[in-house]
């Protein structure tokens, strides 16, 4: 697919998505958060769900969480422009609560169609609902991150939610930065791609 591609794709998706009315969040929402960053990125971040500020702009990740991961960003060479943001559902929750099972189900179509356009070398899942997503599984964030995890010709790396070392501290954020280096570092070593469709995600149970 070529740059173009990805580009008209992405915004025939999001054209999509802004008129979406699959889930309750719809009800609710200022704007449809559906993604931001350059659609030839090799490094995909996947977070939660839009905030208020997210809400209010229509973009993820503006609120202090995204200050925070641009410094993140910044420390491991790289730039927001470079990679590509996107969270597990596009409407805010109200009074930021959790994505519910159902309103994620609503929403994973859009997220794995993303992910077959983009089609990132790495995706660095932010928290526990977009780790619990792509690699099915029920363990935390806290033992999952720090690790490469294959996942249809591309890699995982699981990092703590932005909103987790801002509540947490230093340690959290020392934590996040030695996971982007090692997303980095899977870039640079550029493994072979695999040529396969990003899956399914599991979604039921392990959300309850
Ligand atoms: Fe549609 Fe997703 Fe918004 Fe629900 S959260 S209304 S599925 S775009």
């Avoid at 490094?43 to 229509?58: K, Y």
């Avoid at 991961?69 to 609560?97: F, H």
Wanted: glycine share 8%; with cysteine.
């Amino acid at each position: 697919m070529t740059s173009e591609d990805r580009a008209e794709r992405l915004r025939l998706l999001q054209e999509e998505a802004s008129a979406c009315t699959s889930c309750r969040l719809h009800e609710g929402r200022t704007t449809v958060v559906f993604g931001d960053g350059s659609h030839d990125a090799d490094l995909m971040f996947i977070g939660e769900g839009p905030g208020q500020h997210e809400d209010e702009q229509g973009l993820p990740f503006v609120g202090r969480s995204g200050q925070l991961l641009s410094t993140l960003l910044e420390r491991v060479g790289l730039s927001r422009p470079e990679v590509y943001i996107a969270n597990v559902v596009k409407c805010r929750p109200p009074g930021n609560r959790d994505p519910r099972p159902d309103e994620i189900d609503a929403c994973k179509g859009y997220l794995i169609e993303q992910l077959r356009i983009i089609d990132p070398a790495v995706v660095v899942t932010l928290g526990n609902f977009s780790t619990k997503l792509l690699l099915k599984t029920e363990t935390g964030i806290t033992r999952m991150r720090g690790q490469i995890y294959p996942w249809w010709g591309r890699h995982v790396v699981p990092t703590f939610h932005p909103a987790a070392a801002l509540r947490n501290g230093p340690r959290v954020v020392e934590e996040m930065v030695s996971d982007l280096q090692l997303a980095v570092s899977v870039i640079e070593q550029r493994p072979e791609p695999v040529p396969a469709e990003p899956p399914e995600p599991q979604q039921t149970a392990m959300f309850s």
